[in-house]
Structure formats: C-alpha cells, structure tokens
C-alpha cells in the first residue's frame, strides 16, 4: 500500500497581452486592438472513491499544465492553457515539501469528487485596449503574463476504513483479515510481518464494511518507534476497533493496556473509539482451556473494549459472530453519528491554497541599484517595449499610479541613479 508520494507541480504561465492598433479602410481611427493573453492552465487534484494507492505518482511525479497563448488583434484573447487533472484516493492530505520535510497542510481531499487547485496558472497578460483613458487613447503599454505556481508538494493518504484492526506484532491481524475478507496480506510465524497497512472488504450477507489491518504496534510507536506514527494515523478516520491480542501470551490485560495507551498517547479520540476485543489463537489448547481464566483477568483491563471473542483464524472459530458484532457496533455507531448533508459534486467547494503574496514594492540588489518588484509594474516592463520614448513616458505615468515612483524616491532614488525592472535597466531622470 503506498501511501505518500512526493510529486512536482507546475501550472503553466499566463499568455502575454498584445500592443496592436485597428487600421482598417473604414475605421481609421479604430483604435488599440491589442487583445489579453490567455490564463496559464492550473493543475488539479481530484478525490476519486475507486482508486486507494498513490502508486502511479511513484511512476509519475511530474505534472505540467500548458501556457495560456499570447493576445491577438481586434480585441482577440489568447486561449487559456490546457489544464492537468489527476485523480488522487479520498483521504489525501497535500502538504508543501521543502527541505525534505513538510512545511504546511494545504488541502484534505476527504470527500468523493472533491476538486483541489494544487498551482494555479498565471494570470493573462492585458493588452493595451484595458490601458485606454481619457488623456492615454494610445496606450503602448502591455502586461506580460503571470507565471504559474511552482510547487513540491508530499501527498498523504489517510486510509479511509471503517474498522481498523490494531493489535501487538504477530497477534494475528493479517490471519483474521485474510479469514473474514478477500484480502491477501502477507502472514508469516514471526513479528512485523506486515510492513504496510492492508484493506480488506468484510462481507456479511447483504452488507458490508472496509477493515484495515494496521502492522503490529510496540512500545513507543506514538513516538515513532517501529515506525508505529505512520502506522497509528491510518487508525485516525476509522470508526470502530477491532483489538486482536494473542491468547497464548502471559499477562493479557497488560498486553491490551499496552496498546490502549499507545492508541491515547498519539491521539486520545483513538482511545474513545468503539472496540471490540479478538482474543485470537482459540484453536491452541493453552487458550481453549483458559477461556474462563483469560476472561477473570480480563476484568483488570482497561475496560476500552465493549464486548469480547474469542476466535481461531486458523480454523474460522467465533468470526462469523465476531463479525456479526462488528456490523451492529457499525450500525450503531452510524446512527449516534450526525446526519450526512447530501452535496452535489458540483456543489463541492474548490479547494485553492492561499498564497503569500510580496508586500515590497522596491528592494536594493547586493550589488547596489533600486529594483522594482510590484508584480504589476514588472509585468508591465516585460510585456512593453521600452526601447520607445514614448512607451517608456506612458511607463512612468504607470509608476506614479501605481504609487512605485513613491516607493523608489522613499527609499533614496537620485535622478541619475540606475533602476532595475525585470530585465530591463534604465537611468532615472
């Protein structure tokens, strides 16, 4: 079961706005013609109930979204970028990678349909038809398009399961899934057999449910011992227990104490979740001839668990009714639980990480000049020919709108000093 993967994003850029000017027989003052640049594609994530693995990002770990295209004349758009769309497990968390470690939750996809914008596209860069005013009816000025988002992100599945079996290594777990269900894990006579979370469909007549044999926890696993943290957050979403413990272990209650209190020390809701109690390994006579002593001391436990069995994976003892009890703690836990509100998929909110924004306006570069950093105005020096004198007049107009000539004259610009806006320097006079 892979369960993370690390993937790369790029949203594609925005499409750059065009100078261009209407000059038609019958429309000699047509005017500016320069159209938008189109919106760079976004690349999304979205929660799909059929598929539970992050495996294909394994083979897959890139995905690019197409560039919006460039303005055309008379007014004309450029296209908006193709976007990328892939279906990811419900129950993924995004998070933002960096340094090898994660930075920050961006999105849970916790709902079927649910749709994420993981980088969104550049915006479109406006052709100069939107810089048209009263005292500018011949705007030389166009943005250049925005760049689409960037981003490293680790994906994380939470196991979407109804009940989880948890339990110490080789209690017997895996046997149990394998007996109740079409699940294959891996089983062997020896501790930490199971390295992956397993799901399995559990069918009772005309029902079912989805159970999840988390690997053997030990002491410390909510530390991370044994790698039990990664183990213990696919418990989170569950909704019922199923405690599997080795009858034929000395001091049961302690062993089920055990678990209990690794359960509460990662997250104390796992400790108030419904359990059942499996005392598994029926068929060996240490434990069939113990029942009524194993339950005396039962009554030290905890008291966690609501009822108990006794079962054998081995010969299929007591699972139909372990199952049978499994269905009705299901049930009534569904019904304690509140209503679900119906929410058509379109009606699903789109989920789109917020993003942290420059507040500068103007920054000095080590090696001395001003540069301009308003994304605006830089966009406007990139989408501009500032070879023309008189682009480059319409530019400074800009700048004092667009209060960056304040900017630059607080920061201690001189007339003659040497500015810096994208790739373009100039002298300021």
Do not use: C
């Amino acid at each position: 079961m892979l369960d993370s993967a690390v993937i790369e994003v790029r949203a594609g850029n925005g499409g750059h706005g065009l100078v261009a000017f209407i000059r038609e027989a019958l429309l000699p003052r047509g005017g500016p013609g320069g159209g938008d640049g189109g919106h760079g594609g976004d690349v999304v994530l979205i929660a799909d109930p059929s598929i539970n693995t992050l495996a294909k990002f394994h083979w897959q770990p890139h995905f690019i979204a197409k560039n919006g295209t460039k303005g055309d004349g008379h007014r004309r758009n450029g296209a908006k970028g193709e976007a990328i769309e892939t279906t990811v497990p419900v129950g993924t968390e995004v998070w933002i990678w960096e340094d090898g470690e994660d930075k920050e939750l961006i999105g849970d996809l916790n709902q079927p349909g649910q749709r994420m914008i993981v980088a969104e596209g550049g915006r479109g860069g406006w052709g100069n038809t939107r810089f048209v005013s009263a005292t500018n009816q011949e705007p030389l000025l166009a943005e250049a398009g925005g760049d689409g988002e960037i981003r490293r992100v680790r994906l994380n599945l939470k196991l979407l399961a109804d009940v989880g079996l948890v339990g110490m290594p080789n209690a017997g777990k895996s046997s149990i899934l394998t007996a109740i269900s079409a699940a294959q894990p891996k089983v062997a006579d020896y501790p930490f057999t199971t390295l992956e979370p397993v799901l399995g469909v559990v069918e009772h007549g005309p029902q079912a449910f989805v159970a999840v044999d988390i690997p053997g926890l030990i002491e410390g696993a909510h530390e991370g011992i044994g790698l039990g943290d990664e183990f213990l957050k696919h418990v989170q979403r569950t909704r019922v227990l199923v405690h599997v413990v080795d009858g034929s272990e000395d001091d049961v209650p302690g062993r089920i104490k055990a678990i209990n209190d690794e359960l509460e020390q990662f997250d104390p809701k796992l400790a108030k979740k419904p359990q059942i109690l499996a005392i598994n390994k029926l068929d060996l006579d240490e434990v069939s001839v113990l029942i009524d002593e194993i339950k005396e001391n039962l009554k030290s436990a905890d008291g966690l668990h609501s009822e108990t069995h006794f079962v054998s994976a081995a010969t299929y003892d007591g699972l139909d009714e372990l199952k049978q009890s499994v269905f009705h703690l299901l049930r009534s836990t569904y019904e304690n639980e509140e209503p679900a509100v119906e929410v058509a998929v379109e009606d699903i909110p789109v989920l789109r990480p917020s993003v942290q924004q420059s507040t500068d306006v103007v920054v000095r570069d080590p090696d001395g000049p001003l540069r301009i950093v308003h994304q605006k105005a830089v966009r406007l020096a990139k989408g501009s020919n500032l070879e023309s004198h008189e682009a480059r007049l319409q530019f400074h107009r800009r700048l004092e709108q667009l209060k960056v000539t304040k900017a630059l004259r607080d920061a201690g610009l001189e007339t003659g000093d040497t500015v810096l806006v994208g790739d373009w320097e100039f002298d300021w006079d």
